[in-house]
């Protein structure tokens, strides 16, 4: 009966040794994937971040060209610009539509 117990403890040890190097081996491959999956983060976060200042500088010129073009598109610089070119406001020309 004790050889029975001491084989039985044998292969125990054996699958306790498989299963301890098993689980040795899959805790070692998570902390790669996570290892490799945090720069992967990194550096995206990076990108990201560039981008973001890209859009913010982008925004700034797209504001000031509106404020460029409603300045162009303001009354007195259309009258300066036909009165330069020759052009006159006449009032007499200006026909007033209503719909009734």
Sequence with gaps: MK???KKNT????KFEKKYT???????LCLWIV???AKISLSSI???VERLDK??????????SLVM?????ASLENI????????LAYNNSNIVIVNNQ
């Design 3 to 5: 050889k029975n117990k």
């Design 10 to 13: 044998a292969k125990l040890q």
């Design 21 to 27: 190097l098993v689980g040795t081996v899959a805790l």
């Design 34 to 36: 996570s290892f490799f």
């Design 45 to 47: 976060n990076v990108e």
């Design 54 to 63: 890209e859009v913010s500088k982008q925004e700034k010129t797209n504001q």
């Design 68 to 72: 460029k073009v409603n300045e162009l």
């Design 79 to 86: 009258q300066a610009v036909a009165s330069s070119e020759g």
